[in-house]
T-cell receptor, first 106, second 115 residues
């Protein structure tokens, strides 16, 4: 079975503060993980994937197989980062977590 | 390129009625997905098509839900009869092929309210 857990439904930070959105997964095979984002009144879209090891809009995420985690981080949050963030895992299908609503306050 | 199109955007029906949703994927995308997203939850895959064939429908409640993609392009998802618990946003997504499973392009969704 595959499962994705995002322990925080809501996360609020101030502009310029570091932000970390937590994601833990359960999967018996070799995981492939993603972060998706949905800005207000926009479509769900891919933010980044772990195999690319890329930084998108200042966000990075590192796969930690020992802790079965794939936390999303940004050193300095911006107001435009306010959105719903979903962690997702490929096993037999793409499985999403329940999401974290990030609010960046001015 | 044009994105994934869905219609209608909103639908309100009474329980036991029928409803259908339509999706047109990005041109050239062979793989199409339907998701159900209940309020406060992440999207949950209902069915995956590769061209006009079903790849995965293990999470589709087949007693009331059906979907087709007859010509391997656009797709229709139907609920008959609807229940209160079917109230959700129904998302359609597509990828150029099944190997791009993690890089899905989503439509705007159809918000269904069952009263």
């Amino acid at each position: 079975a595959q499962r994705v857990t995002q322990p925080e439904k809501l996360l609020s930070v101030f502009k310029g503060a570091p932000v970390e959105l937590k994601c833990n997964y359960s999967y018996s095979g070799s995981p492939e993980l993603f972060w998706y984002v949905q800005y207000s009144r926009q479509r769900l879209q891919l933010l980044l994937r772990h195999i690319s090891r890329e930084s998108i809009k200042g966000f990075t995420a590192d796969l930690n197989k020992g802790e079965t985690s794939f936390h999303l981080k940004k050193p300095f949050a911006q107001e435009e980062d306010s959105a719903m963030y979903y962690c997702a895992l490929i096993g037999s299908r793409l499985t999403f977590g329940e999401g974290t609503q990030l609010t960046v306050n001015p | 390129e044009a994105g994934v199109a869905q219609s209608p955007r909103y639908k309100i029906i009474e329980k036991r009625q029928s409803v259908a949703f339509w999706c047109n994927p990005i041109s050239g995308h062979a793989t199409l997905y339907w998701y159900q997203q209940i309020l406060g939850q992440g999207p949950k895959l209902l069915i995956q098509f590769q061209n006009n064939g079903v790849v995965d429908d293990s999470q589709l409640p087949k007693d009331r839900f059906s979907a087709e993609r007859l010509k391997g392009v656009d797709s229709t998802l139907k609920i008959q009869p609807a229940k209160l618990e079917d109230s959700a946003v129904y998302l359609c997504a597509s990828t150029i092929h099944w190997q791009s499973l993690g890089e899905q392009y989503f439509g705007p969704g159809t918000r269904l309210t069952v009263t």
